[in-house]
């Protein structure tokens, strides 16, 4: 690796924008479903550990969207040097994308890690009770499956930007994966059915209950009465996984057009 | 050495050219002389290979430059917008670009000392919370720093006071390479005797004479026999003469005031 890897995850996560909105800003919903909303939870295990896996589920894809932002704000806002650096330093165009993917997931996982412990801190302060994952390498192997999607998807939002010469759009595009965080996060209110399946950000908070809780998610309306729609774990981890799979393939296919577009074409704006 | 053949750029879907029929070769240190506007900045963006060419070729070396990646210590520019790879402090950004150039960061300080930018502005400051002065000081510092083959310097005295400009000519003068160099200032002439010089207006470039050839040379608003350079401003024919009429070259200060003078001359 080269001192870009490290002082690239240094950068990010010094990143003002990654700290208040990914860490503090859902730190502080944490607080609120554990202190407000978690009064009306009945104080036995069961109920509490259902509790604290639908907020993780909940609580970590706002977490995890937010640093998708920041990731593909900070693309587009270099994607100028990128040019220049791939051609006459030996950060090769292959090497730059490894090295920007292995920092931006490790801050992905990074910030999963700190949602994790926090979670488990306020809950056990509030219910008294330590709740574990029922399956912590299925929750592991989530995460990175999460992270990865969630950095193509953020590389292809900026690179989209650089091909389609549409600098005006950036700020708008780079807020997409947290707009989608948000709608996933909406799943506990509303029962999106085969739309479940469709997002991948409902995916990723629908394993991340699942391997939490070790019960099958459901498409949605959580919080609402009625019956609910068992998801199948298989097809959701299946859609992630193609999801993810189509995105490093379109990103590479952008990357290489990427090369025909003039610096002075990549405004920033 | 960089090679440019029968070279047309145009920005985006206009169809007018900034650069037209540019033939060229940088085989030695050369200043690109012209005023602001006149396509020097993307005569250099072409020339690593940043910008999007239209018709003709660029030999860097004998690779074609549209092909040229990951060439470690061919080419170094002072472009901020290309060394903002990161939003990191200056110091950093050196560490960084020594790193990743081969270049050699306890000489990007001396430079920076020797231009008044001092450590405590490196270790606190990032890129864009520098004075322009600072700016194109730590740029070109950065350029220099990685001892590429070949160095492009844009306007690298722009906000420089005097004193500072004389200290950076003496680290190009010493400079184990090719540097291409662009300013609209002529006084830079009488400090580079030994270089190159090519003048470029409009998008075309013209040239090369040897830069001693124009400590005399005077700038005519006729078609001259004999000149030194013939080139076309505003659609006029202008001559750069050994002796005879017109203006010092080096009186003019900057190249911008070529246009002025060609007004003045279809008033007079």
């Not at chain 1, 978690?38 to 509490?48: L, Q």
């Not at chain 2, 061919?74 to 990161?86: A, G, K, R």
Request: net charge neutral; hydrophobic share 50%.
């Amino acid at each position: 690796m080269t001192r870009y890897f490290t002082l690239s995850l240094k950068t990010a996560l010094t990143r003002p924008e990654l700290i208040f909105w990914a860490i503090i800003f859902v730190e502080f919903w944490i607080l609120m479903w554990a202190y407000v909303f978690g009064v009306y939870i009945p104080a036995h295990e069961e109920a509490v550990k259902d509790y604290v896996s639908t907020a993780y589920g909940g609580l970590t894809i706002l977490s995890l969207s937010a640093t998708a932002t920041t990731i593909a704000y900070a693309l587009i806002h270099s994607s100028k040097s990128i040019k220049f650096v791939t051609k006459y330093t030996r950060l090769s165009p292959s090497r730059f994308m490894v090295e920007n993917a292995v920092s931006s997931i490790t801050v992905l996982l990074i910030v999963s890690a700190i949602m994790f412990a926090s979670m488990i801190i306020v809950f056990w302060h509030r219910f008294g009770l330590l709740v574990l994952p029922h399956n912590p390498p299925g929750l592991f192997a989530a995460t990175l499956l999460s992270a990865v999607f969630l950095y193509a998807f953020s590389s292809f939002l900026s690179l989209l930007i650089v091909v389609l010469r549409a600098p005006r759009s950036a700020s708008f595009i780079a807020f997409v994966p947290l707009m989608l965080g948000f709608l996933a996060y909406a799943s506990l209110w509303i029962d999106f059915r085969i739309i479940a399946y469709i997002s991948p950000f409902n995916c990723i908070s629908s394993l991340f209950y699942h391997y939490y809780s070790g019960k099958q998610p459901v498409t949605g309306g959580i919080f609402m009465p009625g019956d609910k729609e068992l998801m199948d774990t298989m097809l959701t981890a299946s859609s992630l996984t193609t999801w993810t799979i189509t995105l490093l393939i379109l990103d590479i296919i952008l990357l290489r057009r990427m090369r025909g577009v003039g610096i002075e074409e990549i405004r920033i704006v | 050495m960089i090679e440019v053949v029968d070279l047309e750029v145009s920005y985006g879907r206009s169809r007018k050219p900034v650069l037209r029929n540019v033939n060229a070769v940088f085989d030695c240190k050369s200043l690109v002389l012209g005023p602001n506007g006149s396509g020097k900045t993307t005569l250099f963006r072409a020339l690593c290979g940043l910008t999007s060419i239209r018709r003709g070729r660029i030999l860097v070396d004998g690779l074609d430059v549209e092909r040229i990646y990951a060439k470690t210590g061919l080419i170094m520019v002072n472009f901020p917008e290309v060394l903002s790879l990161l939003p990191v402090k200056i110091h950093d950004l050196i560490s960084l670009y020594a790193d990743l150039a081969g270049g050699d960061e306890a000489f990007a300080y001396r430079v920076l000392a020797d231009l008044g930018v001092g450590e405590e502005i490196l270790r606190s400051r990032r890129l864009h919370e520098l004075s322009a002065g600072q700016l194109k000081a730590v740029c070109t510092a950065i350029a220099l720093s990685a001892h590429a083959k070949h160095v492009l310097l844009d306007e690298p005295f722009e906000q420089l006071d005097p004193a500072r400009k004389s200290r950076l000519i003496r680290y190009l003068a010493d400079y184990d390479g090719i540097i291409i160099l662009n300013t609209h200032e002529t006084w830079l002439v009488r400090s580079l005797e030994d270089w190159r010089a090519f003048f470029m207006f409009e998008g075309i470039l013209y040239g090369p004479v040897l830069v001693r050839e124009l400590l005399e040379a005077r700038f005519s608003l006729r078609e001259e026999a004999n000149p030194i350079m013939r080139m076309m401003v505003s659609g006029r024919a202008v001559s750069l003469v050994k002796d005879g009429g017109g203006r010092p070259l080096l009186s003019l200060e900057s190249l911008d005031r070529v246009y002025e003078l060609a007004l003045e001359g279809e008033r007079g």
